[in-house]
Protein backbone atom coordinates (compact mmCIF):
# COMPACT_ATOMS: atom_id res chain seq x y z
CA UNK A 1 0.00 0.00 0.00
CA UNK A 2 1.16 3.73 -0.33
CA UNK A 3 2.36 5.78 2.47
CA UNK A 4 0.08 8.76 1.49
CA UNK A 5 0.49 10.66 5.18
CA UNK A 6 2.31 13.35 3.73
CA UNK A 7 -0.04 14.05 0.81
CA UNK A 8 -3.30 13.22 2.52
CA UNK A 9 -5.53 14.15 5.77
CA UNK A 10 -8.50 12.32 7.10
CA UNK A 11 -11.71 13.83 8.34
CA UNK A 12 -14.15 11.77 10.10
CA UNK A 13 -17.76 13.20 10.99
CA UNK A 14 -18.92 12.36 14.62
CA UNK A 15 -21.48 15.10 15.90
CA UNK A 16 -24.97 13.44 14.97
CA UNK A 17 -27.17 12.91 18.09
CA UNK A 18 -28.61 9.45 17.59
CA UNK A 19 -32.15 9.88 19.02
CA UNK A 20 -33.14 6.66 17.48
CA UNK A 21 -30.42 4.59 19.33
CA UNK A 22 -31.96 5.28 23.03
CA UNK A 23 -30.74 4.58 25.25
CA UNK A 24 -27.60 4.40 24.54
CA UNK A 25 -27.37 7.83 23.07
CA UNK A 26 -28.18 9.10 26.55
CA UNK A 27 -24.68 8.19 27.71
CA UNK A 28 -22.41 7.49 24.43
CA UNK A 29 -22.68 9.39 21.22
CA UNK A 30 -22.98 6.67 18.10
CA UNK A 31 -19.46 6.54 16.95
CA UNK A 32 -17.90 5.26 19.91
CA UNK A 33 -20.45 2.71 20.82
CA UNK A 34 -18.61 -0.74 21.09
CA UNK A 35 -17.79 -3.03 18.18
CA UNK A 36 -15.45 -5.70 18.72
CA UNK A 37 -15.17 -4.37 22.66
CA UNK A 38 -13.46 -0.94 21.05
CA UNK A 39 -15.24 2.29 19.56
CA UNK A 40 -16.72 2.39 16.61
CA UNK A 41 -14.45 5.15 15.59
CA UNK A 42 -11.09 3.11 16.26
CA UNK A 43 -12.06 0.95 13.29
CA UNK A 44 -11.88 3.83 11.06
CA UNK A 45 -8.97 5.40 12.24
CA UNK A 46 -7.47 1.88 11.73
CA UNK A 47 -8.46 2.08 7.52
CA UNK A 48 -6.67 5.27 7.87
CA UNK A 49 -4.10 4.16 9.66
CA UNK A 50 -3.14 1.18 7.33
CA UNK A 51 -3.19 3.89 4.61
CA UNK A 52 -0.52 6.07 5.97
CA UNK A 53 -2.79 8.74 7.09
CA UNK A 54 -1.24 10.14 10.26
CA UNK A 55 -3.04 13.39 11.05
CA UNK A 56 -6.98 13.13 11.48
CA UNK A 57 -9.52 15.76 12.66
CA UNK A 58 -12.93 14.39 14.34
CA UNK A 59 -15.76 16.82 13.98
CA UNK A 60 -17.45 16.41 17.40
CA UNK A 61 -20.98 17.68 18.43
CA UNK A 62 -23.70 15.72 21.17
CA UNK A 63 -21.28 14.89 23.92
CA UNK A 64 -18.18 15.20 22.01
CA UNK A 65 -16.48 15.26 25.45
CA UNK A 66 -16.64 11.13 25.63
CA UNK A 67 -14.79 11.11 21.96
CA UNK A 68 -12.04 13.36 23.42
CA UNK A 69 -11.95 10.50 26.38
CA UNK A 70 -11.96 8.10 24.67
CA UNK A 71 -9.84 8.93 21.58
CA UNK A 72 -7.11 11.59 23.05
CA UNK A 73 -4.72 13.25 20.88
CA UNK A 74 -4.57 9.79 19.04
CA UNK A 75 -0.89 9.26 20.89
CA UNK A 76 -2.13 5.57 21.88
CA UNK A 77 -2.83 4.86 18.32
CA UNK A 78 0.65 6.19 16.67
CA UNK A 79 -1.90 9.15 15.22
CA UNK A 80 -2.35 12.93 15.70
CA UNK A 81 -5.84 13.78 16.29
CA UNK A 82 -7.55 17.21 16.18
CA UNK A 83 -11.06 17.79 17.13
CA UNK A 84 -13.52 20.59 15.47
CA UNK A 85 -17.13 20.98 17.43
CA UNK A 86 -19.82 21.52 15.58
CA UNK A 87 -22.14 23.52 16.99
CA UNK A 88 -25.19 23.08 14.70
CA UNK A 89 -26.19 19.89 13.51
CA UNK A 90 -27.20 21.12 9.68
CA UNK A 91 -25.73 18.20 7.72
CA UNK A 92 -22.71 17.17 6.27
CA UNK A 93 -21.86 20.00 3.90
CA UNK A 94 -22.14 22.09 6.81
CA UNK A 95 -20.05 20.21 9.05
CA UNK A 96 -17.37 19.81 6.45
CA UNK A 97 -17.72 23.78 5.50
CA UNK A 98 -16.56 24.08 8.85
CA UNK A 99 -13.05 23.05 7.91
CA UNK A 100 -12.24 24.60 4.99
CA UNK A 101 -9.84 26.56 7.86
CA UNK A 102 -8.06 23.53 8.76
CA UNK A 103 -7.22 21.38 5.56
CA UNK A 104 -4.86 22.52 2.81
CA UNK A 105 -4.59 19.01 0.98
CA UNK A 106 -6.89 16.16 -0.60
CA UNK A 107 -8.65 14.32 2.55
CA UNK A 108 -10.23 11.00 2.96
CA UNK A 109 -13.59 11.45 4.78
CA UNK A 110 -15.37 9.06 6.66
CA UNK A 111 -18.65 8.98 8.27
CA UNK A 112 -18.95 7.97 12.07
CA UNK A 113 -21.61 6.33 12.59
CA UNK A 114 -21.02 3.29 9.77
CA UNK A 115 -19.39 0.09 10.15
CA UNK A 116 -17.06 -0.49 6.75
CA UNK A 117 -15.31 -3.97 5.36
CA UNK A 118 -13.36 -2.56 2.40
CA UNK A 119 -11.26 -4.04 -0.35
CA UNK A 120 -7.98 -1.84 -1.36
CA UNK A 121 -8.75 2.06 -1.12
CA UNK A 122 -5.52 2.67 -2.98
CA UNK A 123 -6.86 3.55 -6.35
CA UNK A 124 -9.54 6.05 -5.22
CA UNK A 125 -6.98 7.36 -3.33
CA UNK A 126 -4.85 7.39 -6.10
CA UNK A 127 -7.27 8.55 -8.66
CA UNK A 128 -7.42 11.79 -6.07
CA UNK A 129 -3.47 12.94 -5.44
CA UNK A 130 -2.91 12.23 -9.14
CA UNK A 131 -5.23 14.82 -10.11
CA UNK A 132 -7.08 12.79 -12.51
CA UNK A 133 -10.22 12.98 -10.43
CA UNK A 134 -11.87 16.09 -8.04
CA UNK A 135 -13.76 13.41 -5.95
CA UNK A 136 -13.93 9.80 -5.54
CA UNK A 137 -16.99 7.96 -3.84
CA UNK A 138 -16.57 4.97 -2.20
CA UNK A 139 -19.61 2.53 -3.64
CA UNK A 140 -21.20 -0.91 -3.42
CA UNK A 141 -23.87 -2.86 -5.65
CA UNK A 142 -26.86 -3.01 -3.92
CA UNK A 143 -29.80 -4.97 -4.80
CA UNK A 144 -31.91 -3.73 -2.07
CA UNK A 145 -33.70 -0.77 -3.10
CA UNK A 146 -34.72 -0.38 0.47
CA UNK A 147 -30.86 0.31 1.67
CA UNK A 148 -30.21 3.01 -1.48
CA UNK A 149 -33.43 4.67 -0.04
CA UNK A 150 -31.77 5.29 2.98
CA UNK A 151 -28.35 6.54 2.03
CA UNK A 152 -27.87 7.60 -1.80
CA UNK A 153 -28.02 6.64 -5.18
CA UNK A 154 -25.09 6.85 -8.16
CA UNK A 155 -25.69 7.08 -11.52
CA UNK A 156 -22.70 6.43 -13.93
CA UNK A 157 -22.40 8.92 -16.59
CA UNK A 158 -22.54 5.63 -18.80
CA UNK A 159 -22.89 2.42 -18.29
CA UNK A 160 -19.86 0.50 -16.70
CA UNK A 161 -17.99 4.15 -16.64
CA UNK A 162 -16.47 5.13 -13.38
CA UNK A 163 -17.61 8.46 -13.90
CA UNK A 164 -20.56 10.05 -11.77
CA UNK A 165 -23.33 11.77 -13.58
CA UNK A 166 -25.46 12.45 -10.73
CA UNK A 167 -26.21 11.60 -7.07
CA UNK A 168 -29.17 11.33 -5.76
CA UNK A 169 -29.92 11.73 -1.71
CA UNK A 170 -32.24 9.54 -0.18
CA UNK A 171 -34.04 8.61 -3.72
CA UNK A 172 -37.62 7.63 -3.94
CA UNK A 173 -37.19 6.21 -6.83
CA UNK A 174 -34.16 3.93 -7.50
CA UNK A 175 -32.75 3.99 -10.76
CA UNK A 176 -29.58 2.03 -9.95
CA UNK A 177 -28.31 -0.47 -8.05
CA UNK A 178 -24.76 1.43 -6.88
CA UNK A 179 -24.97 2.60 -3.50
CA UNK A 180 -22.81 5.65 -2.04
CA UNK A 181 -21.43 4.57 1.02
CA UNK A 182 -20.13 7.34 3.55
CA UNK A 183 -16.37 7.34 2.43
CA UNK A 184 -15.15 10.26 -0.06
CA UNK A 185 -12.08 11.44 -1.33
CA UNK A 186 -11.88 14.95 -2.24
CA UNK A 187 -9.50 17.69 -3.37
CA UNK A 188 -9.91 21.36 -2.26
CA UNK A 189 -12.45 22.19 -4.80
CA UNK A 190 -15.37 20.80 -3.06
CA UNK A 191 -15.18 23.52 -0.76
CA UNK A 192 -16.05 25.93 -3.48
CA UNK A 193 -18.76 23.46 -4.22
CA UNK A 194 -19.89 23.92 -0.49
CA UNK A 195 -20.02 27.48 -0.44
CA UNK A 196 -22.84 27.34 -2.98
CA UNK A 197 -24.53 24.44 -1.55
CA UNK A 198 -28.62 25.51 -0.65
CA UNK A 199 -30.01 24.62 2.47
CA UNK A 200 -32.41 21.65 1.43
CA UNK A 201 -36.26 21.87 1.88
CA UNK A 202 -37.17 18.40 2.65
CA UNK A 203 -34.51 18.02 5.55
CA UNK A 204 -33.53 22.00 5.93
CA UNK A 205 -29.61 20.79 6.11
CA UNK A 206 -27.03 21.37 3.62
CA UNK A 207 -26.49 17.79 1.88
CA UNK A 208 -22.89 16.65 0.82
CA UNK A 209 -24.34 15.34 -2.25
CA UNK A 210 -25.88 18.37 -3.11
CA UNK A 211 -22.12 19.70 -3.02
CA UNK A 212 -20.86 16.57 -5.16
CA UNK A 213 -23.96 17.64 -7.66
CA UNK A 214 -22.60 20.97 -7.57
CA UNK A 215 -18.95 19.64 -8.69
CA UNK A 216 -20.08 17.80 -10.99
CA UNK A 217 -22.16 20.66 -12.80
CA UNK A 218 -19.03 22.69 -12.93
CA UNK A 219 -17.06 19.91 -15.15
CA UNK A 220 -15.12 18.78 -12.40
CA UNK A 221 -14.26 15.17 -12.62
CA UNK A 222 -16.19 12.82 -9.79
CA UNK A 223 -15.71 9.20 -9.91
CA UNK A 224 -17.01 6.27 -7.81
CA UNK A 225 -15.03 3.42 -7.21
CA UNK A 226 -16.78 -0.20 -5.82
CA UNK A 227 -14.54 -1.37 -3.18
CA UNK A 228 -16.96 -1.28 -0.07
CA UNK A 229 -17.58 -5.14 0.21
CA UNK A 230 -19.96 -4.41 3.55
CA UNK A 231 -21.26 -1.86 5.22
CA UNK A 232 -24.33 -0.79 7.94
CA UNK A 233 -25.34 2.13 9.18
CA UNK A 234 -25.80 2.63 12.90
CA UNK A 235 -28.78 3.75 13.47
CA UNK A 236 -31.35 1.77 16.00
CA UNK A 237 -30.28 -0.95 18.42
CA UNK A 238 -30.41 -3.62 16.29
CA UNK A 239 -27.57 -2.21 13.94
CA UNK A 240 -25.31 -2.51 16.48
CA UNK A 241 -26.15 -6.34 17.35
CA UNK A 242 -25.79 -6.77 14.00
CA UNK A 243 -22.74 -4.20 13.33
CA UNK A 244 -21.00 -6.55 16.22
CA UNK A 245 -22.06 -9.92 14.95
CA UNK A 246 -20.76 -8.77 11.49
CA UNK A 247 -17.25 -8.08 12.77
CA UNK A 248 -16.71 -11.06 15.13
CA UNK A 249 -17.55 -12.68 11.58
CA UNK A 250 -14.86 -10.89 9.70
CA UNK A 251 -12.54 -12.21 12.57
CA UNK A 252 -13.12 -15.88 12.03
CA UNK A 253 -14.40 -15.76 16.20
CA UNK A 254 -16.88 -17.48 17.77
CA UNK A 255 -17.02 -15.36 20.66
CA UNK A 256 -14.93 -12.49 21.74
CA UNK A 257 -14.28 -11.99 25.69
CA UNK A 258 -12.74 -8.83 27.08
CA UNK A 259 -10.14 -7.62 29.50
CA UNK A 260 -10.96 -8.85 33.02
CA UNK A 261 -13.97 -10.73 32.24
CA UNK A 262 -14.17 -14.38 33.38
CA UNK A 263 -17.12 -16.26 31.98
CA UNK A 264 -17.57 -19.46 34.37
CA UNK A 265 -18.86 -22.56 34.54
CA UNK A 266 -22.64 -22.58 33.47
CA UNK A 267 -22.25 -19.52 31.16
CA UNK A 268 -23.06 -20.74 27.81
CA UNK A 269 -22.04 -18.25 25.43
CA UNK A 270 -22.40 -18.67 21.85
CA UNK A 271 -21.31 -16.43 18.94
CA UNK A 272 -21.41 -13.78 21.00
CA UNK A 273 -18.89 -10.67 22.41
CA UNK A 274 -18.49 -9.91 25.63
CA UNK A 275 -17.04 -6.48 26.67
CA UNK A 276 -14.61 -5.14 29.45
CA UNK A 277 -15.02 -5.96 33.03
CA UNK A 278 -18.02 -7.92 32.57
CA UNK A 279 -19.35 -10.66 35.76
CA UNK A 280 -22.16 -12.82 36.14
CA UNK A 281 -23.95 -13.16 38.81
CA UNK A 282 -25.83 -16.49 37.44
CA UNK A 283 -25.91 -19.36 34.79
CA UNK A 284 -27.04 -18.19 31.55
CA UNK A 285 -27.21 -19.67 27.62
CA UNK A 286 -26.48 -16.70 25.59
CA UNK A 287 -26.31 -16.78 21.61
CA UNK A 288 -25.99 -13.98 19.22
CA UNK A 289 -25.99 -11.37 21.66
CA UNK A 290 -23.82 -8.43 22.71
CA UNK A 291 -22.75 -7.65 26.31
CA UNK A 292 -21.49 -4.08 27.04
CA UNK A 293 -18.67 -3.33 29.13
CA UNK A 294 -18.61 -2.92 32.93
CA UNK A 295 -22.29 -4.92 33.15
CA UNK A 296 -23.36 -7.13 35.87
CA UNK A 297 -25.22 -9.88 34.14
CA UNK A 298 -27.98 -10.96 36.64
CA UNK A 299 -30.58 -12.79 34.31
CA UNK A 300 -31.11 -16.75 34.78
CA UNK A 301 -33.09 -17.96 31.47
CA UNK A 302 -31.73 -18.52 27.83
CA UNK A 303 -31.32 -15.26 25.86
CA UNK A 304 -31.00 -14.63 21.90
CA UNK A 305 -30.23 -11.59 20.34
CA UNK A 306 -30.07 -9.22 22.75
CA UNK A 307 -28.00 -6.56 24.40
CA UNK A 308 -27.48 -6.15 27.79
CA UNK A 309 -26.47 -2.87 28.42
CA UNK A 310 -26.53 -1.75 32.39
CA UNK A 311 -30.00 -2.80 33.52
CA UNK A 312 -31.74 -3.12 30.23
CA UNK A 313 -31.89 -6.34 28.17
CA UNK A 314 -32.61 -5.19 24.63
CA UNK A 315 -34.46 -7.86 22.63
CA UNK A 316 -33.15 -7.39 18.41
CA UNK A 317 -34.53 -9.80 15.93
CA UNK A 318 -33.69 -13.57 16.56
CA UNK A 319 -32.36 -13.67 13.04
CA UNK A 320 -29.24 -12.03 14.23
CA UNK A 321 -27.30 -14.90 13.40
CA UNK A 322 -24.61 -16.32 10.95
Do not use: W
Request: charge should be negative; glycine fraction near 8%; proline fraction near 6%.
Amino acid sequence: MNNVGNKMIGVILAAGKGTRIYPFSEKLPKPILPVGNKPLLEHQLEIMKKYGISEIIIVIGHLGYTIVDALGDGTAQGISIRYVEQTETLGLAHALGKLEPHIDSPFLLMLGDIYFITDDLNPMIEQVLSGEVNASLASKIEPDPEMIKRNFAIIEEKEGSPRVRQVIEKPRYVRSEIKGCGIYLFDLQVFDAIRRTPRTAMRDEYEITDSIQIMISDGLTVCHSPIVKSDMNLTVPEDLLKINLMDLKKRNLDILVGENTNVPNGVLVENCIIGNDVSFDCPIDLKNSLIFPGTQVACDSAREGVIIHDENIIQCNRNNSR
